[in-house]
């Protein structure tokens, strides 16, 4: 069974366009994330939600706005999709702050 | 300056050649440290990490790290590497203060490469 799953793994789209990226674990962990991965393999984190509440929100345009609807999903939805949008977003899940945190597979996302 | 520093971003070996991929943190980050492997076309998984105890940290795949406060460094070795290790590695560490441990902080990242 797959740890954490995400879906779309590819996402090709316009400029300008809505799209979202769906993220779910079935680990039972209480605490989610979403990274973003650039061309030069940099990752940085985005968001994350422990218990469904918002603890982390780095300086991430308001295009992007995460949502949990419960503790094992974390989704991602863009608006107005831009060029530099290109990226591959990695969701994880990890049962508390200092403890392994289990990475998706990754959507590469790429804007035309 | 940058919390978790990895010195070099590429590192090519040859197989069953011994490996070390360096990492340094300053003092924005805790002692809490982490080395995530990535290999191509997939998500992170973790190798190691050392969170207190021991200063030597024996993880997944033959790998290991020494945390050196003196020296602030975690770096990682193996003392035989296979071409299945080719692969990105990444350090990583939550910040000192805030509280704020659920966040990592990623070093770039550094490219091992094993060739037959």
């Known amino acids: 069974d797959t740890a954490v799953s995400q879906t779309p793994k590819y996402l090709v789209t316009q400029m300008g366009n809505d799209k979202s990226i769906k993220c779910e674990q079935n680990?039972?962990?209480?605490?989610m994330y979403w990274y973003k991965q650039d061309s030069k393999k940099f990752l940085k984190i985005m968001f994350s939600?422990?218990?469904?509440?918002?603890?982390i929100n780095e300086t991430v345009p308001n295009r992007f706005s995460p949502k949990s609807p419960d503790k094992a999903h974390l989704n991602l939805h863009i608006n107005s999709l831009e060029l530099g949008d290109s990226a591959v977003y990695f969701c994880?899940?990890?049962?508390?702050?200092?403890?392994?945190?289990?990475f998706g597979p990754g959507t590469r996302l790429t804007v035309l | 300056a940058q919390s978790v520093t990895q010195l070099d971003s590429q590192v090519p070996v040859f197989e069953e050649a011994p490996v070390e991929l360096r990492c340094n943190y300053s003092?924005?980050?805790?002692?809490?440290l982490f080395w995530y492997v990535q290999y191509p076309n997939q998500g992170l998984q973790l190798l190691l990490k050392?969170?207190?105890?021991?200063?030597l940290v024996k993880g997944i795949n033959g790998f290991e790290a020494e945390f050196n406060k003196s020296q602030t460094s975690f770096h990682l070795r193996k003392p035989s590497v296979h071409i299945s290790d080719t692969a990105e590695y990444f350090c990583?560490?939550?910040?000192?203060?805030?509280?704020?441990?659920?966040?990592?902080?990623f070093g770039k990242g550094t490219l091992l490469t094993v060739n037959p």
């Open positions: 994880a899940s990890s049962q508390s702050p200092l403890n392994e945190q289990f």
């Open positions: 680990l039972g962990h209480d605490t």
């Open positions: 939600y422990n218990n469904k509440e918002l603890i």
């Open positions: 003092s924005s980050v805790s002692v809490y």
């Open positions: 050392y969170l207190s105890g021991s200063t």
């Open positions: 990583a560490a939550p910040p000192r203060s805030g509280g704020s441990n659920y966040k990592l902080t």
